[in-house]
């Protein structure tokens, strides 16, 4: 199974932002996002907040994101921009959020994969799961299948 889940960029230990598919989910995000920049005594949402995906545009996680975009800017009142970064099995997206100002403007959407599996696959990667960002909230859940022709010797070595 496959998680999707935000991510945004620490502040001292707090979560900056985030985004989230379901009503409940959004009110936290937003609440986090609020909190956070109220301990920075500033307003905000005063510029729109960017979700990065780190998948090309048409999959799932970048159809999630477009579906609570919506919802989060009527939410913050302040736009917010859908951005697509993909390559590197995310580290490009990951890299990019990690460095970023930890504002609140910047979130990170992708899979558990890109977390979990990344730091054992790409042992010098530019950021750190744990440091640099802080889970905001888990949108889906998706199963994954294995398929094959079914005259294939592999579909009886799987019963």
């Known amino acids: ?42 307003a905000f949402p005063a510029r729109p907040v960017t979700i990065t995906v780190p998948v090309a545009p048409g999959g799932i996680l970048d159809a999630v994101a477009r ?6 800017a009527k939410s913050l009142g ?3 921009i859908v951005e697509n970064k993909a390559g590197a099995s995310g580290n490009i997206a990951a890299t990019q ?3 970023s ?26 950021w750190d799961p744990i440091k640099d960002f802080a889970p905001v909230g888990m949108l889906a859940v998706a199963p994954h299948v294995v398929a094959v022709h079914p005259p294939s010797p592999a579909r009886r070595a799987i019963r």
């Open 78 to 80: 302040q736009s917010v």
């Open 1 to 42: 199974m496959s998680t999707t889940l935000v991510c945004a960029r620490r502040i001292g230990g707090i979560a900056a932002s985030a985004t989230a598919a379901a009503a409940i989910t959004i009110a936290a995000i937003t609440s986090a996002m609020l909190l956070s920049v109220a301990a920075h005594a500033q």
């Open 101 to 126: 100002k930890p504002d609140g403007y910047s979130v990170l959407m992708g899979y558990s994969m890109f977390h979990v599996g990344n730091p054992s696959l790409f042992p010098a990667l530019q």
């Open 67 to 72: 579906m609570v975009a919506p919802e989060m």
């Open 97 to 99: 959020i990690a460095k």
